[in-house]
């Protein structure tokens, strides 16, 4: 089993910024892949950004050069900062680890964090 702890969502402005964090405990042998995905009220969820434990990123095309996916291996957490957040960008945010790098539903989730990003 791994654990995962999310942390840093809140309210902020469009165009400001906000950085979320996620650390993972637990069976963390098993993990590969560290990510965050999204979703929107009455929305399916949706990619945002992965990150290998080799460093090889994955970046949805609606976030690329605006979100930054990082990783800390020595720390088996992932953060994730985002600039230049816009309305659409409102969602739960739940970080996502495993061992499976194409198919998330097969690792585990976080509880998720709330991003709210006025207009």
């Known amino acids: 089993q791994v654990q995962l702890v999310e942390s840093g969502g809140g309210l902020v402005q469009a165009g400001g910024s906000l950085r979320l964090s996620c650390r993972a405990s637990?069976?963390?042998?098993?993990?590969?892949?560290m990510g965050w995905y999204r979703q929107a009220p009455g929305k399916q969820r949706e990619l945002v950004a992965t990150?290998?434990?080799?460093?090889?990123?994955n970046y949805a095309d609606s976030v690329k050069g605006r979100f930054t996916l990082s990783r800390d291996n020595a720390k088996n957490s992932v953060y994730l900062q985002m600039n230049n957040l816009k309305p659409e960008d409102t969602a739960v945010y739940y970080c996502?680890?495993?061992?499976?790098?194409?198919?998330?539903?097969?690792?585990?989730w976080g509880q998720g964090t709330q991003v709210t990003v006025s207009s």
């Open positions: 996502n680890a495993g061992p499976n790098l194409l198919r998330p539903e097969y690792n585990y």
């Open positions: 637990g069976s963390i042998f098993s993990i590969n892949v």
């Open positions: 990150i290998t434990i080799g460093g090889s990123t």
